[in-house]
């Protein structure tokens, strides 16, 4: 006999009479019991997606400070924002419908990263913007300008990063720096300032020779360093 109720309420004391179709009154030799009234606590669908998420932003934080700092002893930088993650496995200790208080949830999981060399990319901006300018200029102090980098597309499936560049440099007339090698060579200071402040578009030089004992510039230009700067 099934009680159509669930429930400690549906329990009947042994007096009950109970009808049956077709049937005599019956009236029950013990009273019934096996209903029960509880809380029963059930995990669900939400309760596991939820745990998933969790767990996979909360270790993403952590493996995205690793990254970061596996790629600086590498010498190499990357936008925080372009990590990414796969999920190789998941697993729970409980099932959606199980009657649990609390269940254990394990994932498995992959972060991809791009990294780039500024050095390399730096280098690679640079050179663009000397074949941008005219015939008769030149980019001055080019390893002082201003350089920044602003991811606009990560598209790590393919390893492929977009990022927008800007740089802020200064420009001057072109100077050619091998044949200021040739005026100064085996000359002595001053007659090697002189000659350079011949060119027009020089305002200010200053030659320092190393060691100090020496009085004059080296023959071999090899061995002859040229800077340019701006004059402040």
């Known amino acids: 006999m099934t009680a159509k109720n669930p429930g400690e309420k549906s329990n009947l004391p042994s007096t009950t009479v109970y009808s049956v179709t077709g049937k005599p009154l019956?009236?029950?030799l013990g009273e019934t019991t096996g209903g029960v009234s509880?809380?029963?606590?059930?995990?669900t669908e939400e309760d596991l997606a939820k745990a998933e998420l969790s767990i996979k932003e909360e270790t993403s934080k952590l493996a995205n400070i690793d990254l970061i700092e596996s790629a600086k002893k590498e010498k190499l930088n990357i936008f925080e924002d372009s990590t990414k993650s796969e999920i190789i496995s998941s697993s729970s200790s409980k099932n959606a419908n199980d009657e649990a208080d609390k269940f254990d949830y394990n994932i498995k999981l992959k972060f991809y990263v791009i990294g780039y060399a500024k050095s390399d990319l730096d280098n690679m901006l640079i050179l663009s913007s000397e074949k941008s300018l005219k015939a008769d200029r030149m980019l001055v102090s080019p390893d002082k300008a201003e350089i920044s980098y602003k991811l606009?597309?990560?598209?790590?499936?393919?390893?492929?990063?977009?990022?927008?560049?800007k740089f802020a440099g200064k420009t001057g007339p072109e100077i050619k720096e091998d044949v200021i090698k040739k005026q100064v060579k085996g000359k002595g200071i001053a007659k090697a300032e002189s000659l350079i402040l011949d060119n027009k578009d020089i305002e200010k030089v200053e030659v320092s020779?190393?060691?100090?004992?020496?009085?004059?510039?080296?023959?071999l230009t090899s061995c002859i360093k040229v800077e340019f700067g701006f004059a402040e």
């Open 38 to 43: 509880r809380e029963v606590k059930l995990v």
């Open 26 to 28: 019956i009236t029950a």
């Open 209 to 219: 020779i190393w060691p100090n004992l020496l009085k004059q510039v080296p023959f």
């Open 152 to 165: 606009t597309d990560n598209d790590i499936d393919n390893g492929v990063l977009k990022i927008e560049s």
